[in-house]
């Protein structure tokens, strides 16, 4: 389906104070990774990663963080939102053992895919890191897939405290892997990469989208020119580990520079 549709809003759960999922009863035929563009009708067109989807229904699940985020909040169940796709590559489905590594709103789609991973016979281990243990999200879900799923936060009253990285640190001391899969800020990821070695890995990026489609060159990324809106934004090792751009800086709408701060394991 990649033709533009106008939904109602079926269902909108609040996952934490910042964070709803918004589910659409519409057979979207997406796979793990893939992105929408949505707009509400008042200006505006933003992409959201798919954080559920069956024959019956779809689900993203969206953070507040500004203004066209701020009127999804303020959305009720039955109102009218607009969408296009599925857009974008998808996460490879491996089998064996996997470890998925997630952050903030990017650990919703890593529920999507791990419902794929089980299905091909994968053995699923979830790390899903926050700052506070308010802030964690999908825990329930991942819980009832009966998989192996760990949280932590950096302050706050869990079992395990600390960020995403150490726990992986601690998994690689107890397990090995064979495939890596992550989503979320893109430091952590970054920070992860420095972990992985040999092991194949996927990544899910994010870079400033307009159309979405490959046509407006917004979303390039350096050296390669990739565009993450067709080519991404899920990226194999081979192609993450040639972007010099990856964990330094993204670029604002209008195509300025924005360089992450290195001790920035919250934002992008
Ligand atoms: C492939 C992809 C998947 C995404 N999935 C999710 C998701 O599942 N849940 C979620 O909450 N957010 C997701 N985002 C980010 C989401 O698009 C932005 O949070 C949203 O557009 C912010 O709009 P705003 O007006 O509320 O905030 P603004 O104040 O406009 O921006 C706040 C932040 O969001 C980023 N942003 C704004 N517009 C865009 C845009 N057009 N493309 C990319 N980033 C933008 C800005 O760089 C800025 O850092 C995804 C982005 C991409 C590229
Ligand atoms: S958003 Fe236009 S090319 Fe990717």
Redesign the pocket.
């Known amino acids: 389906m990649k033709n533009r549709s106008t939904l109602r809003i079926a269902e909108i759960r609040k996952e934490n104070f910042d964070?709803n999922t918004y589910r659409f009863n519409f057979d979207l035929k997406a796979k793990p990774g893939q992105?929408i563009m949505?707009s509400d009708l008042r200006g505006?067109?933003?992409?959201?990663?798919?954080?559920d989807c069956t024959e019956d229904h779809f689900c993203?699940?969206?953070?507040?963080?500004?203004?066209?985020?701020?009127?999804?909040f303020s959305c009720s169940p039955g109102d009218l939102l607009s969408i296009r796709g599925p857009?974008?590559s998808s996460f490879f489905i491996s089998a064996g053992k996997v470890l998925l590594v997630g952050g903030?709103?990017?650990t919703?789609?890593l529920y999507f895919l791990a419902k794929h991973l089980l299905k091909n016979g994968a053995e699923v281990h979830v790390v899903n890191g926050a700052r506070k243990a308010e802030e964690l999200v999908f825990c329930e879900k991942f819980q009832k897939l009966g998989i192996n799923y760990e949280n932590t936060s950096e302050c706050g009253r869990l079992k395990n405290s600390g960020t995403s990285i150490d726990l992986v640190e601690q998994a690689f001391r107890n397990n090995s892997y064979d495939f890596i899969y992550a989503a979320g800020p893109e430091m952590m990821m970054k920070n992860l990469q420095d972990k992985l070695g040999k092991l194949p890995y996927e990544f899910?990026?994010?870079?400033?989208?307009?159309c979405?489609v490959g046509l407006c060159g917004?979303?390039t990324v350096d050296p390669l020119g990739i565009r993450?809106?067709v080519e991404?934004?899920v990226l194999s090792k081979a192609l993450v580990e040639q972007l010099t751009e990856f964990g330094n800086y993204?670029r604002?709408?209008s195509g300025k520079r924005?360089y992450f701060m290195k001790t920035d394991k919250g934002?992008?």
């Not at 505006?44 to 954080?51: A, Q």
Request: with cysteine.
């Open positions: 964070i992105f949505l505006g067109e933003k992409p959201f990663s798919i954080s993203i699940t969206v953070k507040r963080v500004g203004e066209f985020t701020k009127r999804l857009y974008g903030g709103y990017g919703p789609p899910l990026l994010e870079r400033y989208m307009k979405g917004n979303c993450l809106c991404g934004p993204h604002e709408a924005i934002k992008k």
